[in-house]
């Protein structure tokens, strides 16, 4: 099922429906909504969508991509981000909306064997209880929350796949598709190279006075500051969070009295659903106890299932559910299932939502309580990062009191704490080495009472059992740095430019005498050119701004060859000769592989009629932004 949906949901369609396993949401604006007023962040027809998981994707999204921007993020990438997860949000529930109006179901078998196939779930290739309810704790899920939300995900996926399935490419369109991607230009072309002119130049004092007065804020060592700090951890602490075996024996006793250190109770059964849905119940109930009767005098469940149950998704597997938990499966099935006790025994007929089921039990396990041997260690390490919290969170305070009380000094502080004044130097607004690379220890640093009164700054918490305070021994106002000091890099600018400048017009006086009949080769090696004789390329080869405006250029009209330029990413440019094209025709590819392209097509044909059909949805479906959402979801 998984690899299904793998196959048929790519681009923002799969982030869109995968939304609670990665946190992402389709890159769509945000615009043409009414605002109103409430605690919800959205409603679309009616329908509430939760103002916090709205704020928890926010804050999701913007982490991760302040994670791979270099310089952060700018307050409207930020502002786009917040309205691109509002929005996916938004098409999500039309989607949902429309997957519940049509009648879309998705059988627990189905969702449990979904989640079993998630590879973050399993271990040497098993689904494994503990990682799954591991990594649901790490983001923030009970299971009862992700196998509603799992369920959530494969309705909407069968509504998709409707869509996405009904999208083909006729063969007549993969030729199209075949002739331009393939399409191969045989291509002349020149290099000119800024670098070869840079020492050509002169660069007069009166260029680099100019650019130095033009520029003087560009060029000014900013100001900065030396930072003396305390720095408490909690995992410092955890030698002095000392535990008796008292402590822990009475732990273990009032967790496994909460329920904890039991092993989940289990069972591994099969079943054979008869849905009810336009059918006599009456009928579906006879059919349903006669095939009982056939397994209990002995007839093979599992061939009985796959001849006759109606869940397509175990059918095949002869009804086969797997092990599974007491709050995996609805409750009527559940019932039934954990009330059997004995292996090869079997059910009576069960009505749920998705029809009668005929069960059988294959095997119980779990329920047991683990051993205190076995969970000492772990428990012991548990209470002692307690206590070492408890700790650090005490003396925290008492650092923060203390450092206010000694405004002007950390030294006495560090005295009754018994902590040691650690210094870093150089420290800007923007940057800083070591704890300075903290923006809340940079704030702190230059806070008004820090920076301009020399106070100590109040308790600074880093996360993750960290707290410092700090005050500023040293401080280096900003200054303007003289031109003899620049002087280096406002020449290395200009004569950047002034090459880039020469390079351009001579591509531009190249490709007058090329199309005076001189020879590109020979224009190359009087101008320091890098010359590329005749070659045929294709669309990925050669430097990318080249063949971008290669193929982007009309094609030799009447047997004259094209003649054009184009300037490099790097500052050189490029003369070429476009003088023939050959359309392209894949004569080597074998079946398959056209087959692959036929479906790669089929299937940006299918995203984009998806798109489009969510897009009529929205357009049609009532959305009210909530005023608190737009004024909150910032915090």
Do not use: C
Not at 541 to 546: H, V, Y
């Amino acid at each position: 099922m998984l690899q299904q949906i793998r196959d048929h949901l790519t681009g923002w369609v799969a982030v869109l429906i995968f939304a609670p396993l990665i946190l992402a949401f389709a890159l769509w604006g945000i615009q043409n909504y009414h605002v109103g007023g409430g605690s919800y962040a959205a409603k679309v027809n009616g329908e509430e969508i939760s103002l916090e998981e709205v704020r928890d994707a926010v804050r999701n999204r913007v982490a991760m991509f302040e994670r791979i921007a270099p310089n952060g993020l700018t307050p409207a990438q930020e502002a786009q981000i917040r309205a691109d997860v509002v929005n996916g949000f938004v098409q999500r529930e039309v989607l949902s909306q429309r997957a519940r109006k049509q009648g879309y179901r998705v059988s627990d078998a189905e969702v449990i064997k979904a989640i079993h196939e998630i590879p973050q779930f399993q271990a040497d290739g098993k689904f494994d209880r503990g990682a799954y309810e591991r990594m649901l704790a790490l983001q923030g899920y009970s299971p009862n929350s992700f196998e509603a939300s799992m369920r959530q995900d494969l309705s909407l996926q069968q509504l998709s796949n409707g869509v996405l399935r009904s999208a083909f490419a006729t063969p007549d369109e993969l030729r199209r598709r075949i002739e331009l991607e393939d399409e191969q230009r045989e291509v002349t072309y020149a290099v000119f190279p800024a670098a070869a002119h840079a020492a050509e130049l002169t660069i007069a004092d009166a260029d680099v006075q100019a650019r130095y007065e033009a520029d003087k804020t560009r060029y000014v060592n900013p100001e900065t500051v030396s930072i003396e700090y305390l720095e408490l951890r909690a995992d410092q602490l955890t030698s002095e969070a000392e535990v008796s075996e008292t402590e822990i024996r009475d732990q273990y006793e009032a967790e496994v009295a909460s329920g904890r250190f039991q092993k989940p109770e289990e069972r591994q059964a099969r079943h054979i659903l008869f849905k009810l849905e336009g059918q006599d119940e009456a009928a579906v109930q006879a059919k349903a106890e006669a095939l009982l009767q056939r397994a209990r005098a002995g007839e093979d469940f599992a061939t009985l299932a796959r001849e006759n149950s109606q869940d397509e998704s175990t059918a095949k597997d002869g009804g086969e559910l797997g092990w599974v938990t007491r709050d995996m499966m609805v409750a009527p099935f559940s019932e039934a299932l954990f009330a059997m006790t004995e292996p090869k025994t079997f059910s009576e007929p069960v009505k749920s939502d998705f029809g009668l089921h005929i069960i059988e039990l294959e095997g119980v396990r779990g329920g047991e309580t683990q051993p205190y041997e076995e969970v000492h260690d772990a428990l012991a390490q548990e209470l002692k990062q307690r206590r070492a919290d408890s700790l650090f969170y005490d003396r925290a305070e008492k650092l923060g009191q203390l450092a206010f009380e000694n405004r002007d000094s950390l030294e006495p502080v560090a005295q009754e704490m018994g902590l040691t004044v650690q210094r870093v130097d150089g420290v800007t607004r923007q940057q800083g080495d070591g704890i300075a690379s903290e923006d809340s220890v940079r704030t702190a640093a230059f806070g008004e009472n820090v920076l301009e009164s020399g106070e100590n700054s109040d308790l600074v918490e880093l996360g993750e059992g960290r707290a410092v305070v700090l005050r500023v021994a040293d401080r280096t106002p900003e200054a303007q740095r003289p031109l003899e000091e620049v002087r280096p890099e406002i020449e290395a600018q200009l004569r950047a430019e002034g090459a880039t400048a020469r390079t351009e017009a001579i591509a531009a006086d190249a490709l007058t005498k090329l199309r005076e009949g001189a020879t590109l080769e020979q224009l190359a090696a009087d101008n320091k050119g890098e010359y590329h004789a005749t070659g045929f390329v294709g669309r990925k080869a050669g430097p990318p701004e080249l063949v971008k405006a290669v193929f982007a250029a009309p094609k030799p009209n009447g047997g004259a060859p094209y003649q054009g330029q184009i300037a490099l990413g790097n500052g050189d440019r490029a003369v070429f000769v476009i003088s023939a094209v050959h359309t392209g025709t894949s004569p080597t590819a074998t079946v398959e592989q056209r087959q692959v392209r036929r479906n790669d097509l089929a299937r940006q044909r299918g995203n984009a009629d998806l798109a489009a059909y969510v897009a009529e949805l929205q357009a049609q479906a009532s959305v009210v932004m909530s005023q608190e959402q737009l004024s909150t979801i910032e915090e």
